[in-house]
């Protein structure tokens, strides 16, 4: 059945370091990939989104990449800062009768000062 | 201005007992969802309205039964409560096929 992996499940960065999170997906019909940031006792926002007629997107200090071919697509994050600790989410949306997310497992992001 | 609400936003009820969540949103989407976070923070599915009409349900005990009077509204009733069901149940809505904005959830403890 449709599955996303996500790895790794936690990541410890030294502020201002580079963060990389990392998704495979295994339906090649998934056309859109959000990622979600989710504070402790919070909702989970979106972050970054990108279609699948899209390689790479960037906002700021936020950018992720897809590789269709590989069925990967990943969350880069640059110049962290503490505030960005979190548990992040990545998801494949795939079509069943209307079109449904598959989240991944989250990644548990702490950002050391 | 919120723009998707839920009420409670926490619910503590014995095993066995009936509850309702609420959801309601104020943006004008036609799509919403119901999704559960267990407590290793998994968040799957469970529903998907669009114009009030059920179009994703996933393999979800029939204990649970959701409803939409309107498209801004989808609430989540839910029978004879087991310990199982303890989790955080977040309702989000979407515009298109595309982006979804997730409520603040509701934390449910079943005793």
């Known amino acids: 059945g449709e599955n996303v992996e996500q790895h790794p499940s936690t990541l410890s960065v030294q502020e201002g370091d580079s963060a990389v999170i990392k998704c495979t997906y295994s339906?090649?019909?998934?056309?859109?990939f959000p990622w979600y940031k989710q504070e402790l006792g919070k909702r989970p926002q979106l972050i970054i989104d990108i279609r699948s007629n899209v390689g790479e997107k960037k906002d700021q200090r936020i950018a992720v990449t897809l590789n269709k071919t590989a069925k990967h697509f990943s969350l880069h994050i640059t110049e962290t800062q503490p505030e960005d600790s979190a548990v992040y989410f990545c998801?494949?949306?795939?079509?069943?009768?209307?079109?449904?997310?598959?989240f991944g497992t989250g990644t548990r992001l702490k950002v050391l000062a | 201005d919120t723009a998707v609400s839920q009420t409670p936003k926490y619910l503590v009820t014995q095993m066995g007992n009936d509850k309702s969540i609420k959801c309601e949103q104020n943006l004008g989407h036609d799509t919403m969802y119901w999704y559960k976070q267990d407590s290793k923070k998994f968040l799957k599915i469970m529903f998907s309205?669009?114009?009030?009409?059920?179009?994703i349900n996933e393999t979800v005990p029939n204990r649970f039964s959701p409803k939409s009077p309107d498209k801004a509204h989808l609430n989540l009733h839910i029978n004879s409560l087991e310990l199982g069901d303890s989790a955080v149940y977040f309702c989000?809505?979407?515009?298109?096929?595309?982006?979804?904005?997730f409520g603040p959830g509701t934390r449910l403890t079943v005793l």
């Open positions: 309205y669009n114009n009030k009409e059920l179009i």
């Open positions: 998801a494949a949306s795939i079509r069943q009768g209307t079109y449904k997310y598959i």
């Open positions: 989000a809505s979407s515009p298109n096929l595309y982006e979804q904005f």
């Open positions: 339906d090649s019909a998934s056309n859109y």
